[in-house]
C-alpha cells in the first residue's frame, strides 16, 4: 500500500515563493514512472500544473511556465514543485500523483497524495 506525503503549502503574499515536496513510502517500490502536481481551486476542476518522467523530462501548464520548477530525487521516491512569483490566481489544493510499479512483474497504478492548501493573498 503505497502513500503520497505532501508538505509545504501555506499562506504567501502576491510574488513570493513557496517549495511543496511529495514523497512515495511502500515496503518496497520497483519503479516509480510518473510523478506530476495537479491543483484545484474552489469551483473549479482539478487541473495539471507540472509533469515528470523518471529520466527527467517535464511539462507545465501554460499559466505556470517561467514561474515553477518540478524536478525529483529519484533516490528519495520524491517529488518537488518550486513556486515562484505566486499570483492569487495560483491559490487552490495542490496534489501529487505518482504512476508506481511495485515489483517485477507487475502492474502500473495510480496513486494521489492527500492535498495541501496554498493560499496567495496580501
Known amino acids: 500500500q503505497v502513500q503520497l506525503v505532501e508538505s509545504g503549502g501555506g499562506l504567501v503574499q502576491p510574488g513570493g515563493s513557496l517549495k511543496l515536496s511529495c514523497a512515495a513510502s511502500?515496503?518496497?517500490?520497483?519503479?516509480?514512472?510518473?510523478m506530476n502536481w495537479y491543483r484545484q481551486a474552489p469551483g473549479k476542476q482539478r487541473e495539471m500544473v507540472a509533469t515528470?518522467?523518471?529520466?527527467?523530462?517535464?511539462n507545465y501548464a501554460d499559466s505556470v511556465k517561467g514561474r515553477f520548477t518540478i524536478y525529483r530525487d529519484n533516490a528519495k521516491n520524491t517529488v518537488y514543485l518550486q513556486m515562484n512569483s505566486l499570483k492569487p490566481e495560483d491559490t487552490a489544493v495542490y496534489y501529487c500523483?505518482?504512476?508506481?510499479?511495485?515489483?517485477?512483474?507487475?502492474?502500473?497504478?495510480?496513486?494521489w497524495g492527500q492535498g495541501t492548501q496554498v493560499t496567495v493573498s496580501s
Open positions: 515528470s518522467t523518471s529520466d527527467g523530462s517535464t
Open positions: 500523483y505518482a504512476m508506481i510499479q511495485l515489483s517485477a512483474p507487475g502492474s502500473r497504478y495510480v496513486y
Open positions: 511502500a515496503g518496497s517500490i520497483f519503479g516509480i514512472h510518473d
